[in-house]
């Protein structure tokens, strides 16, 4: 079961900032919140991960609120490469031999128009 | 970044034959790898543990006598499709990790089946 909620689908336009939300309400205290995004017919691509604090790296910025419960995902300046459906993962640890064992949503299509 | 690499990345097949799809690290070791499957336009599904020298451990509805997974070395797990229907057309993804870090768990390009 995926434990998250997110939009189906957004429309960002080209060099904006794409914001996508994920709700994740009945979310633990020792469960991460993690972003992948695949791009048509290719494999997943890791993107950031959080905890509490909000995070930032050379792809993306990650706010979760003070609760919680929800988080999003930032792409700061939106590319057409950046089409992809986004999938927010909720689960436990950050470590150990099961990390590969992911439970992917629906995800959000993210599409990027010129 | 570390690379996993898939092999092949298309394949089509008659129906009841074997099909058997190749997952590669190619610059690192992984003791564990990671099988996936998706339909089209859904989401990825999980289905199975790769483990180096050990039986796989497969989640709870997908049938370990219809995909077999073998994980011999260090740098390849393969997944073969036995006796494929047309309903086990999909994209077959695989991952692997380098390490024990989330940034450190690659995913494949894929593999993506068709059986007539």
């Known amino acids: 079961d995926a434990k998250t909620t997110q939009p189906p689908s957004m429309d960002c336009a080209e060099g904006r900032a794409a914001n996508l939300p994920c709700n994740h309400s009945t979310i633990s205290g020792n469960e991460y919140v993690y972003w992948y995004r695949q791009i048509h017919s290719q494999g997943p691509q890791y993107i950031i991960h959080?905890?509490?604090n909000n995070e930032t790296n050379e792809m993306a910025s990650l706010i979760i609120t003070e609760d919680r419960k929800s988080s999003t995902l930032i792409l700061p300046h939106a590319t057409l490469r950046d089409t992809a459906v986004y999938y927010c993962?909720?689960?436990?640890?950050?470590?150990?031999?099961?990390?590969?064992?992911?439970?992917f949503g629906r995800g959000t299509q993210l599409t990027v128009w010129p | 970044g570390a690379v996993v690499s898939q092999h092949p990345s298309r394949v089509i097949c008659k129906s009841g034959t074997s099909v058997k799809i190749e997952c590669r690290s190619l610059?690192?070791?992984?003791?564990?790898m990671f099988w996936y499957r998706q339909f089209p336009k859904q989401s990825l599904m999980l289905m199975a543990t790769s483990n180096e020298g050990s039986k796989a451990t497969y989640e709870q509805g997908v049938e370990k006598d219809k995909f077999l997974i073998n994980h011999a070395s260090l740098t390849l797990s393969t997944l073969t499709v036995t006796s494929a229907h047309p309903e086990d057309s999909s994209f077959y993804i695989c991952?692997?990790?380098?390490?024990?870090?989330?940034?450190?768990?690659?995913f494949g390009e894929g593999s993506r089946l068709t059986v007539l």
């Open positions: 991952s692997a990790r380098s390490g024990p870090e989330i940034g450190e768990l690659f």
């Open positions: 610059d690192f070791q992984a003791t564990t």
């Open positions: 993962i909720v689960r436990v640890a950050n470590r150990g031999s099961t990390l590969g064992r992911l439970y």
């Open positions: 959080g905890l509490k």
